[in-house]
């Protein structure tokens, strides 16, 4: 059974034969965490369910089952070696930079920095579950192995993000939330399109960072975002797995699924400007304008979605950027309004909630870039 420990002992790698959803969140879950009867306030912060939060999910697996790889074999068996590979397998492991002494952290910073990663523990997690319920519920041998590699990733993710949380005190019980979270069903082809977003969204993401620090050092207040290199090179292979997942499945990308698609992105995309938006003082204490980095982030993502797209997002719209600006000022008000309490803040609340509908609509109604497939799917992390 795969370990976890603290200090500058690894993170050991998970087998992707044997372990189960619960397995792995016990080994993912830091000695000592969730022992009282009651979660922490962590494990509740990660056991809601609201649009900005990470969810957990089920899907038909039977359809799964029927996925096909023989029109990309070649590409799909070299992938797959990929994984078998495991590049990373000793990339997780913690150092004497671990046990530096954090308390000095400005507190307002502290709190985000909390947030951002009980935030990204419960999505790790959250593809660690779904990935491995896959791999137990199919019987195709393809889906089956791939699907075991990847939960294996994301565990090892969610238990190097969550002994950071264990330092602050603040770990998040992954056994409890296994069993205590909602799961979301979602069909097998949503599952591809939110997934890959996620995968690569979350390179995205985590180079922009990466390279950020590279500029400024300075400003890096903690060790884990000296991961973030090779931890993003696992984010890609993911998304590059639904990319050729997809595109040897065509029909999951054509006909009416391009509404679906273009409905995924202005999603994904909006999530994410309104969640980093809501975080502004974060970015900034690591030298980062977030309206920027949301701009770079986002054309990156909808860029390299053009491997398995027929539809992306016109990122050079500047109305697509005030649609998303407002779901932010909408966001912010609502949370406000809430805070105030009584009878006419709610009615505002409501008001803000319904505008905020309207608004996405606007931007989902945005005209979009149509993009004709390359031959080649497979990219490189080269950014």
Known sequence: MPTTTTGREPINSYSPRTDSPEAMAAAATPAGTGRGALPNESTRVAQEDAVLTPRFYTTDFAELDRLRVEEHRALWDAMVDEFRRD?????????????????GLDPELRRQFVDFLVSSVTAEFSGCVLYAEVKKRVTNPDVRELFGFMSRDEGRH????????????????????????KYTYFKPKFIYYATYLSEKIGYARYITIFRNF????????HPIFKWFDRWCQDEFRHGEAFAVLMRANPETITGVNKYWIRFFLTAVFATMYVRDHLRRPFFEAMGIDVDDYDRRVIALT???SRQCFPV????????????????????????????????VSRLRAAALRVDCGVTFLRAYLRRPVQNALPADVRLQPVW
């Open 87 to 103: 590049p990373n397998k000793d990339h997780f492991k913690r150092n004497a930079e671990f046990d530096a002494d954090f308390s």
């Open 158 to 181: 969610a238990g190097f993000i969550n002994h950071v949380l264990k330092d602050f005190d603040v770990a998040v019980d992954l056994s409890f939330l296994t069993k205590a979270k």
């Open 214 to 221: 590279e500029r400024q050092p300075e400003k890096r207040f």
């Open 302 to 304: 909808n860029q390299i």
């Open 312 to 343: 992306v997002l016109d990122v050079e719209d500047d109305r697509l950027w005030a649609h998303f600006h407002r779901l932010y000022e909408n966001t912010r008000k609502i949370g406000e309004a809430e805070a105030a309490g009584g009878v």
